[in-house]
Nanobody, 116 residues
């Protein structure tokens, strides 16, 4: 069955970097667009970045120039490289794939905390 597993979160100081991973199983990543989302406490879940089947990318304005989404087809894994992290980047980060109109999958999330 389809499964997404995020990893790579943690505690980092402002200005630091983290790389999140989203390992996929049960389907081939390259056939679908993948998105990274984040949700801070008491806030809605927002789109951070996406990568399409053709590797075109989209970034939210708040992370443009600091985050990079990429895909390793051999490992069936999507990455989110996060640089110049700010306290406002603190959130639980999720990856998501929609394989059909009725099939929408989320990972369990990984916590990112940016603090001194």
């Amino acid at each position: 069955q389809v499964q997404l597993v995020e990893s790579g979160g943690g505690l980092v100081q402002p200005g630091g970097s983290l790389r999140l991973s989203c390992a996929a199983s049960g389907f081939t990543l390259g056939y679908y667009a993948i998105g990274w989302y984040r949700q801070a406490p008491a806030k809605r879940r927002d789109l951070v970045a996406t990568i399409s089947r053709t590797s075109s990318t989209y970034y939210a304005d708040s992370v443009k120039g600091r985050f990079t989404i990429s895909m390793d087809y051999a490992k069936n894994t999507v990455y989110l490289q996060m640089n110049s992290l700010k306290p406002e980047d603190t959130a639980v980060y999720y990856c998501r794939v929609t394989t059909s109109p009725l099939n929408d999958y989320w990972g369990q999330g990984t916590q990112v905390t940016v603090s001194e």
